[in-house]
T-cell receptor, first 112, second 115 residues
């Protein structure tokens, strides 16, 4: 099928810690992959994207690399800030479709 | 540049009633999709509109219907509301149906509570 599995939260880190949120997808077709972020009380914002294998998406210090061999798209940031506290969603397109398939989301809390 | 605008922001309805939610896409975007996000879950695709027609539909009953207007704005209608329809309803727009490349721009959503 077309699914996305991301690590269960919540994740709690101290400021300046290293962040990894794991995400894997089912290898159906050649999806585009995205990370969306949802800050408290707000809608979803596109954080970064990768449209083909080996692409690296990056934005605001976050990075994720499209790994076809491991069907993964892990989100990383070298030094998190309190303002990064949010829910992060790993997302794929569904083959032959405009539909987005979301993971369940990972809540990140960064403490000062 | 205004992003995706949704109205109302919050809504309380009674079981069995009908509701209409509205969305104005980002300027330059002609494709509108609707998603339902239950509390603590990822959004689920309801349907997509392009050129005033429903192009794709997710696994939602016929109680969920929509419309797209010539100016690309859209409405989501839900009939015979159930308690389980309580959720955040998100509208998302993209240019020229190229979601695979652009992703979507999401609105802040309408929080629907059915009592």
């Amino acid at each position: 099928g077309n699914s996305v599995t991301q690590m269960e939260g919540p994740v709690t880190l101290s400021e300046e810690a290293f962040l990894t949120i794991n995400c894997t997808y089912t290898a159906t077709g050649y999806p585009s992959l995205f990370w969306y972020v949802q800050y408290p009380g707000e809608g979803l914002q596109l954080l970064l994207k990768a449209t083909k294998a080996d692409d690296k998406g990056s934005n605001k210090g976050f990075e994720a690399t499209y790994r076809k061999e491991t069907t993964s798209f892990h989100l990383e940031k070298g030094s998190v800030q309190v303002s990064d506290s949010a829910v992060y969603f790993c997302v794929r397109t569904q083959g032959g479709s405009e539909k987005l398939v979301f993971g369940k989301g990972t809540k990140l809390t960064v403490n000062p | 540049d205004a992003g995706v605008t949704q109205s109302p922001t919050h809504l309380i309805k009674t079981r069995g009633q009908q509701v209409t939610l509205r969305c104005s896409p980002k300027s330059g975007h002609d494709t509108v999709s609707w998603y339902q996000q239950a509390l603590g879950q990822g959004p689920q695709f309801i349907f997509q509109y392009y050129e005033e027609e429903e192009r794709q539909r997710g696994n939602f009953p016929d109680r969920f219907s929509g419309h797209q207007f010539p100016n690309y704005s859209s409405e989501l209608n839900v009939n015979a509301l159930l308690l389980g329809d309580s959720a955040l309803y998100l509208c998302a727009s993209s240019p020229d149906r190229r979601t695979y490349f652009y992703g979507y721009t999401f609105g802040s959503g309408t929080r629907l509570t059915v009592v």
